[in-house]
T-cell receptor
């Protein structure tokens, strides 16, 4: 599986936007970009996914670079409940999700 | 509706004992996955079931690990002769479909296994 690189940790203030970056320079043309998050003491939770175009859903937005070698997960207004580890994952034609260490997001009140 | 459930939530066992971990996927989901997460680490894929197809066991770390899925629904992960390095959170996930459109995986809360 192609590898992703994320910062180990990021910090944000409540009600401010958060931009979580992910680099995936070896992405192949058929790889989807997935984001999951894991709240403390819980299983991971799907956030969003995309292929080429930017995507929006009720939880977040995903901005994908034109060359697809990087992407950014955008939380428009961070809340304390958004504090979690965020995983950026590339998924090809198979079913496996390969989780790295992700980015630990801390949200300050 | 009900999500993925796992039992027990916590399991403490002695080295050398066998353990069974259970997963109840979301009704109607044909794909079921097992992962494990060691302390401070990301998730490690263990095994995958899709309908009646042969499971993908490529992630199982040793022959002490096995899993089955009965009737296309409930799954049991068995670890024989447990070792201390087996201590981890074991997570189960299910999805509507595993190939083609990347359906999201829904995860259970996990079983925390501690081997003394």
């Amino acid at each position: 599986d192609a590898k992703t690189t994320q910062p180990n940790s990021m910090e944000s203030n409540e009600e401010e936007p958060v931009h979580l970056p992910c680099n995936h320079s070896t992405i192949s043309g058929t790889d989807y970009i997935h984001w999951y998050r894991q709240l403390p003491s819980q299983g991971p939770e799907y956030v969003i996914h995309g292929l080429t175009s930017n995507v929006n859903n009720r939880m977040a937005s995903l901005a994908i670079a034109e060359d697809r070698k990087s992407s950014t997960l955008i939380l428009h207004r961070a809340t304390l409940r958004d504090a979690a580890v965020y995983y950026c994952i590339l998924r090809g034609s198979n079913y496996k999700l390969t989780f790295g260490k992700g980015t630990l997001l801390t949200v300050n009140p | 509706g009900a999500g993925v459930s796992q039992s027990p939530s916590n399991k403490v066992t002695e080295k050398g004992k066998d353990v069974e971990l259970r997963c109840d996927p979301i009704s109607g989901h044909t794909a079921l996955y097992w992962y494990r997460q060691s302390l401070g680490q990301g998730l490690e894929f263990l095994i995958y079931f899709q309908g009646n197809s042969a499971p993908d066991k490529s992630g199982l770390p040793s022959d002490r690990f096995s899993a089955e899925r009965t009737g296309g629904s409930v799954s049991t992960l068995t670890i024989q002769r447990t070792q201390q390095e087996d201590s981890a959170v074991y997570l189960c996930a299910s999805s509507q479909k595993s190939s083609g459109i990347p359906f999201e995986q829904f995860f259970g809360p996990g079983t925390r296994l501690t081997v003394l």
